[in-house]
């Protein structure tokens, strides 16, 4: 197994479960990958928000296996924060028509209308395309350009129409204020999340968990020790390359590596792949913690930043999540999130550079008051998001071809098969590729995607799974 994220660790307790040995190695000195817990300052954080959330019933069971009771249910509140302005995320429409004055109110559902009637695009691929044909121009403009193109680093004519299919394609305007305006007349519909089940610990917890059961079972988990690649004969694996050439032999290699990492050292490459992975690019995340000498500065959970005249994508508040990760402290840490390419001057930066940034950046959006910083800490994630460009998943289905013609390999998750995964997601993919080595199934790992195709439906609640779809994400 290479790596010890979601994905990795998902597919490797799985198969220790059914009786197999696994080694897992990682990188870094931990498991949990992308989300794993930290200890900062006397309190526990996550690498960014990690809201865990699933209707699937085969994630929730495994994380509930794991987890048992230790976890407790979070209220969720996530606000927008747009030219000083508080929007409440998912849309309230009496907030939004409050905070955008009724003749800005009257644009968006104006623009909502012609686009709607006259503009929409049959077929979008562009995320700007399918966007506005979901919302309008204004609403776009207002709730999806700003914050996208910082994440992304292009613009939203150049982002693939699949980003938003995968991430927003069950939320429309008729969704969101038919949501509102049922909420308070007893009606139990919910269309948007507002709780979500997070482990006692921190989201890493539950990949600590797995851990202590692989060891239990005499499995390895190595730490750092990074791959370099896979070794081959023909097209039949045979082990992994390990950093100083010493090949360790394996009947199978579930990979979650960088897809372009492990790509590069396959040997005899045939051009054309080479010259597809090279084009599938990631974005990087720069997180910047800071302990804030408050105990009271915002409810939210995290806060999205659309203004423009800010380069920090989200703040959260791990203060408003659970108190055992809090501890004894009497101070808030915050986390803002930037993005940015290895080439670009925001990820050049030095760490105290970026942390007098996010103490300016902060004290602007008045999220902290007159409240004192007293300390600062930053951690960088190379490679956090697979970028979807235009046209991307033609140039992927060049290398996932190529993939599939070598046996004894199985890449899988957010880095390993670059897909955009959540915490979920990784997880069905760990656990189908499990059943794949193990159960004969015959799994397209490729094709994975918990919002479509759930093969029973189950929903995490404080008394454990409830059976059926309580919430849609
Ligand atoms: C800021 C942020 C916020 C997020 N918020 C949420 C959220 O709210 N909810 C949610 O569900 N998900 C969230 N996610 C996504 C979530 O973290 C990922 O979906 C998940 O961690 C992916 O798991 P994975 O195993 O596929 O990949 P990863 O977590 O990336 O794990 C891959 C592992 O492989 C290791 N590795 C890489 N290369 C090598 C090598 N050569 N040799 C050995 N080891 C290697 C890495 O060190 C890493 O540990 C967020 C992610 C970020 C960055």
Redesign the pocket.
């Known amino acids: 197994m ?9 597919a490797a307790y799985q198969l220790c479960k059914e009786g197999h040995h696994v080694t897992v ?4 000195n931990a ?6 817990t930290i200890k900062l300052w006397g309190q526990k954080v ?8 699933s209707n699937e019933k085969r994630i929730n069971e495994v994380w509930l296996e794991v987890v048992g009771r230790n976890f407790s249910m979070v209220d969720r509140l996530t606000r927008i924060y747009y030219k000083k302005k508080f929007f409440h995320y998912p849309l309230k429409p009496m907030d939004a028509l409050f905070n955008l004055g009724i003749f800005e109110a009257m644009r968006c559902v104006l623009s909502y209308f012609v686009y709607a009637i006259f503009l929409k695009v049959k077929d979008p691929r562009t995320f700007e395309a399918w966007v506005k044909g979901r919302f309008g121009k204004r609403l776009y403009e207002i709730f999806f350009k700003t914050y996208s193109e910082k994440l992304w680093g292009i613009k939203c004519d150049e982002l693939d129409a699949d980003f938003a299919a995968q991430r927003i394609k069950k939320l429309s305007l008729f969704g969101a204020v038919w949501n509102a305006l049922m909420q308070g007349r007893g009606n139990k519909h919910k269309t948007l999340v507002d709780q979500f089940a997070y482990p006692h610990g921190g ?1 890493g917890a539950v990949y600590e968990a797995m851990a202590d059961f692989l060891r239990s079972r005499d499995c390895d988990v190595l730490f750092e ?5 896979v070794h081959c004969e023909g097209n039949r694996v045979l082990g992994v390359v390990l950093q100083d050439d010493h090949i360790e032999p394996f009947d199978e290699v579930i990979s ?3 897809l372009n ?2 790509v590069n050292s396959l040997p005899n490459l045939p051009q054309p792949v080479a010259q597809a992975v090279d084009s599938l690019k990631f974005r990087n ?1 720069l ?1 910047v913690f800071l302990e804030v000498d408050s105990q009271n500065l915002f409810p939210d959970n995290w806060v999205y930043v659309h203004s423009s005249d800010l380069e920090c994508g ?1 703040v959260t508040n791990f203060r408003n999540w659970t108190k055992d990760i809090v501890g004894e402290s009497t101070k808030t840490i915050l986390c803002l ?1 930037y993005w940015a390419n290895f080439d670009e001057s925001l990820w050049q930066m030095s760490n105290d550079e970026l942390i007098n940034l996010a103490k300016k950046e902060i004290l602007m959006t008045g999220l902290i008051g007159n409240s004192v910083v007293t300390n600062g800490c930053v951690r960088r ?1 190379p490679r ?2 697979p970028i979807y460009e235009s046209g991307y998943t033609k140039t992927l289905s060049i290398v996932v071809e190529h993939l599939k013609s070598i046996e004894g390999l199985t890449p ?6 670059f897909k955009y ?6 997880i069905l ?2 656990i189908l590729a499990a059943e794949n080595l193990t159960k004969n199934a015959n799994y397209d790992l490729w094709n994975i995607n918990t919002d479509d195709d759930y093969q029973e439906e189950a929903t995490i609640t404080e008394t454990g799974l409830f059976p059926g779809r309580k919430f849609e994400t």
Request: overall charge neutral.
């Open positions: 290479i790596g010890a994220g979601p994905a990795g660790m998902t190695y990682e990188a870094d498991v949990g990958g992308m989300a794993k996550d690498l960014g928000p990690h809201r865990f959330f989201t020790t990074p791959i370099r690649g979650t590596m960088p990492h492990l995340t997180l989200r999130e994630i956090s998001y899988i998750g957010r880095y390993g098969s995964n959540n915490q979920d997601h990784s993919m760990g």
